[in-house]
């Protein structure tokens, strides 16, 4: 009786470790996101200290599971995959919320920084976020960093590329499985 107590107690203890996400050294649970992928998952560290406005949309939208099954829509090699776009799929549509006004900072945007997609306007970001696979200076005060991948690069390659005479544009894209604030997820 005394060996059942043992193993009951012992499990009830391990139940509530097993069920937290494991998260490198040093990030708040409460601005990390855990994007899953068929090819793995990217951790992507919030930068609500540059885009506090833009962080919490991405929280907001996470939360809701508006990026739930969402298509990497436009991905071009050695530049970016972009995402977000959870009510077309195709790079057209945005969320329900208006759009946000830019929050430029001096971050560069080199391989791993995410940042809010928009039009021509610099202050019509929504919902879409792009993840850098190289370095474009071209960006650089021009768009929003809201944030940086810490872990999952690898997944991030192996998404699927569009040709680049359709801008990225990918048939058939790879999805984001789920996306979860990690400070949500069990």
Not at 84 to 98: E, I, L, N, R, V
């Amino acid at each position: 009786m005394v060996r059942v107590l043992a193993v009951v107690f012992a499990l009830v203890c391990a139940v509530p470790a097993l069920a937290q996400v494991k998260l490198p050294a040093g990030l708040d649970p409460q601005n990390t996101i855990l994007l899953d992928t068929k090819y793995g998952r990217v951790i992507i560290k919030l930068r609500n200290d540059l885009a506090p406005k833009h962080a919490e949309r991405i929280k907001r939208l996470t939360r809701e599971g508006f990026y739930n099954n969402c298509p990497f829509h436009r991905v071009i090699a050695g530049f970016m995959a972009q995402t977000g776009d959870g009510s077309h799929g195709d790079g057209t549509g945005g969320s329900k919320y208006p759009d946000l006004k830019a929050e430029f900072s001096n971050v560069p945007f080199t391989r791993g920084i995410v940042g809010m997609a928009r039009a021509s306007d610099p202050n019509s970001a929504n919902s879409q976020f792009f993840i850098m696979y190289g370095s474009a200076p071209g960006l650089n005060g021009q768009y929003t960093v809201i944030g940086q991948v810490v872990s999952g690069m690898d997944a991030v390659d192996k998404i699927r590329k569009g040709p680049e005479s359709e801008n990225g544009k990918v048939t058939d894209p790879d999805r984001i499985m789920r996306m979860r604030v990690a400070a949500d997820a069990k």
